[in-house]
């Protein structure tokens, strides 16, 4: 079974930028649409950025501009590199197939606050 390990989490201030990945087992990063998700407390986990198999990529308006999702089929590792970071982005981070198939991760904490 594929499992997805979510890294690279921590506390930043505004402004600040990290990067994200996300480490598969399996061979999916080139088979399946790939995407990093979020989940703040009290709320539902949410879709924040999208890469397809031909490479398009899709952003949820907050973060457009400002978060890069790419892979490395090679390494089947999903990365998120989130810039100008504000504390509203505050929120575990997991990735999964868009739609969700996989078992989630523990995903990777980010912080924003000053």
């Known amino acids: 079974q594929v499992q997805l390990v979510e890294s690279g989490g921590g506390l930043v201030q505004p402004g600040g930028s990290l990067r994200l990945s996300c480490a598969a087992s399996g061979n999916i990063v080139n088979r399946y649409t790939m995407a990093w998700y979020r989940q703040a407390p009290g709320e539902q986990r949410e879709v924040v950025a999208t890469?397809?198999?031909?490479?398009?990529?899709y952003y949820k308006d907050s973060v457009k501009g400002r978060f890069s999702i790419d892979k490395d089929g090679v390494q089947n590792t999903v990365y998120l590199q989130m810039n100008s970071l504000r504390p509203e982005d505050t929120a575990v981070y997991y990735c999964n197939t868009n739609p969700s198939l996989i078992p989630w991760g523990p995903g990777t904490q980010v912080t924003v606050s000053s």
């Open positions: 890469i397809v198999t031909n490479g398009n990529v």
